[in-house]
């Protein structure tokens, strides 16, 4: 189970749907868009547990290169 939540819920669903808070979807999906854009990032985003507590979740993204 990942924070709580069986691989049935889990597994095939957006991350932003299952972890993050509704108030942080805007920040979210933005950060999303420049890891996607190539842009490394990493710190520490709070994330929901499946009984809606947060944790902060220590993150790093860095983009593979095929060259």
């Known amino acids: ?9 889990a ?4 991350a932003a749907d299952v972890l993050v808070a509704p108030e942080r979807r805007t920040e ?3 950060l999303f868009a420049r890891i996607l854009e ?3 990032w990493s710190g520490v985003f709070p994330v929901r547990h499946r009984d809606r507590h947060l ?3 220590d ?3 860095y983009p593979v290169l095929d060259r």
């Not at 189970?1 to 819920?9: E, M, R, T, W």
């Not at 597994?11 to 957006?14: E, K, L, P, Q, S």
């Open 55 to 57: 944790v902060g979740l």
């Open 11 to 14: 597994v095939g669903r957006f």
């Open 1 to 9: 189970a990942l924070l709580g939540f069986p691989a049935d819920q």
């Open 38 to 40: 190539g842009h490394p």
């Open 59 to 61: 993150f790093r993204t």
């Open 28 to 30: 979210v999906l933005g």
